[in-house]
């Protein structure tokens, strides 16, 4: 039997509280880029803190959405789980947007890690495509200063099905075993929600 973990918005804003300072003081970023959709409330909540704790105080939220597990229209079912499937971008110029910044990765939580592969390889792609519109001799330097790193707010301790490019700056909010997570924007009824998620930690 897989065993559950309720998750509520104030263990996820407390977690983000806690490892915020160190993202800030190690890869303060230019961007926030949230995954939709497990990606959009850690990105909100950690843009208030780093906009305190970093000198860009006008740190901006951008988002791509990504789907591995959830249904999307056009897609098949064998699909579901194996393919990471694109449903949002940022757009034709997405490498113009993000070339020389460093850029923050956010979502939920770290699974199989094939989203976050996705995300980072894709992106590295509209960068490339964005390098070929500037005189080779600034191209090595642009690509030195656009960097990617990753914030989940659980990382899940198993052996993952992709890899991010070594040396990427990668921050959990806690690891965690291969628990089912049950995050509040999943639930209809949100006080029973966290009275199962008080029930959990009594436990």
Known sequence: ???????????????????????AKEFPPDILLAIGGGGFFPARVMRTFLREQTANKTLQIQ?????????????SAEQIG????????????????????????VDEVDDTRKTLHYAVSELQKDIEAELANHPESERDALRKATQFGIFVVHNKLKPKLAELPAGTPYFSGADLGDLWLDYPWEAIDIEAHNSQANAEAKS
């Open 1 to 23: 039997m897989v065993q559950h973990l309720h998750v509520t918005y104030n263990d996820i804003h407390r977690l983000i509280s806690q490892r915020m300072p160190q993202v």
């Open 63 to 75: 988002a791509i959405g990504l789907s591995l597990y959830e249904p999307v229209e056009g897609t």
């Open 82 to 105: 194996q393919e990471v499937v694109r449903t949002q971008w940022l757009g034709t110029d997405a490498g113009k947007q993000l070339l020389g910044k460093r850029v923050l990765i």
